[in-house]
């Protein structure tokens, strides 16, 4: 199995800010993917961050508001840009890797924006 | 479009009791199915997978059914404890050689000591 952490844990941001969120794995994973959880609410698939070229992004989702990088297996980070209140939300990254195709999570980082 | 239930928001079982959880879905064709179970401040932590061509699958007090038929999973916990208290979500996935995942709203569920 894999472990993965997010720095940060929580953050409280002004809107137009932006925040960048990092994803560290303990070992390689295949993919990885960044998520948001709207309180109370399931996941969203944001993008599939790829290494070493572009994230594939989901419908609704840009990479002008959600710059993605992953320079290795390991590592990837995530940057909501220009922020407003409507970003609020929880934003998790997962990584593949396993026999049975399982995701593992990070904590989350919790974000609120004023 | 796509969509993914899961039956109920929230769940109260007796302990001891076998919880049942539901997925139904429509407009998808899902090579696999999951379940996870999240607590409250963490991400999901993956239980389960079923195959498309599988009927059912266990593991210790966990069993889950797929019938791509009915385009529903159950998710059964036999003699449920406390501990089992949390949100479980099902997630579908296209393929094997696309492994994005598209999630259900998941269900609370919360075993009454």
């Known amino acids: 199995s894999a472990v993965i952490s997010q720095k940060p844990s929580r953050d409280i941001c002004q809107r137009g800010t932006s925040l960048t969120i990092q994803c560290q794995v303990d070992s390689q994973v295949t993919m990885m993917f960044w998520y948001r959880q709207q309180p109370g609410q399931s996941l969203t698939l944001i993008a599939t961050?790829?290494?070493?070229?572009?994230?594939?992004?989901e419908s609704g989702f840009v990479i002008d508001k959600f710059p993605i990088s992953r320079p290795n297996l390991t590592f990837s980070t995530l940057t909501v840009s220009n922020m407003s209140p409507e970003d609020s939300s929880i934003y998790l990254c997962?990584?593949?890797?396993?026999?049975?195709?399982?995701?593992?999570f990070g904590p989350g980082t919790r974000l609120t924006v004023l | 479009s796509q969509k993914i239930e899961q039956n109920s928001e929230a769940l109260n079982i007796q302990e001891g009791k076998t919880a049942t959880l539901t997925c139904n879905y429509t407009?998808?064709?899902?090579?696999?199915l999951q379940w996870y179970r999240q607590d409250p401040g963490r991400g999901p932590v993956f239980l389960l997978l079923i195959r498309e061509n599988e009927k059912e699958k266990r593991k210790e007090r966990l069993k889950v059914t797929f019938d791509t038929t009915l385009k529903q999973s159950l998710f059964h916990i036999t003699a449920s404890q406390p501990a089992d208290s949390a949100t479980y979500l099902c997630?579908?996935?296209?393929?094997?050689?696309?492994?994005?995942?598209?999630f259900g709203t998941g269900t609370r569920l919360t075993i009454i000591p």
């Open positions: 961050a790829n290494q070493g070229s572009e994230a594939t992004y």
């Open positions: 997962s990584g593949l890797s396993g026999t049975h195709n399982e995701q593992f």
């Open positions: 407009n998808y064709s899902p090579a696999y």
């Open positions: 997630a579908l996935g296209s393929n094997f050689g696309n492994e994005k995942l598209t």
